[in-house]
């Protein structure tokens, strides 16, 4: 059903059997698309049980196929904070930068690279997008937890060199070029 995870598991609180048949009815004016049906159950719903993660799922995707990209953004952000699932938040991050919330992009690559701190390619899209966005602490914060992962990486470096010369911590800058090359 579209109330579960990839992985075939449920997320959060057991459900009582309202709220089970509630999300079963949902689901079933969904797919027979009737989405304004599915919307006014699914908020009943969270009305019931607001960690309900498969009802903010469902009003998301209920709003995307009414077109209204933004409000089913909202929803998919709202369940995410209940999943935790890092790859769930990079989405969510490229959507907003889509839709130009580029601040909300951040804070959801935020959630990614906290949830999956290894994952380089989070790191370095939330490298790039505060770089982009102006937001220099964010940009040195993402850099280097990168340089800790790559510590020899000169294109990392280099990015973190504009940077830390930006927000004038010049011996930070020379200390990391001088252990780079040690």
Request: with cysteine; aromatic share 6%; proline share 3%.
């Amino acid at each position: 059903t579209i109330m579960q995870s990839r992985r075939g598991r449920r997320h959060g609180p057991a459900l009582s059997q309202e709220v089970e048949l509630l999300l079963g009815q949902g689901n079933q004016a969904y797919i027979d698309d009737k989405p304004q049906d599915a919307i006014r159950i699914m908020t009943e719903v969270i009305r019931i049980e607001p960690r309900a993660s498969q009802a903010y799922s469902a009003l998301s995707m209920c709003y995307r196929s009414l077109g209204e990209r933004q409000k089913a953004l909202t929803f998919a952000i709202f369940g995410a904070h209940l999943r935790h699932d890092a790859e769930e938040w990079h989405a969510l991050a490229r959507e907003s930068e889509e839709l130009g919330f580029m601040d909300q992009a951040l804070i959801c690559l935020t959630r990614a690279t906290k949830l999956d701190p290894n994952n380089l390619a989070f790191l370095w899209d939330k490298a790039v997008l505060a770089q982009e966005t102006e937001n220099l602490q964010a940009a040195r914060t993402a850099l280097l937890a990168l340089l800790k992962r790559v510590p020899h990486d000169t294109g990392v470096l280099e990015q973190l060199r504009h940077i830390l010369v930006e927000l004038s911590e010049l011996q930070l800058c020379a200390d990391l070029y001088q252990q780079a090359f040690d």
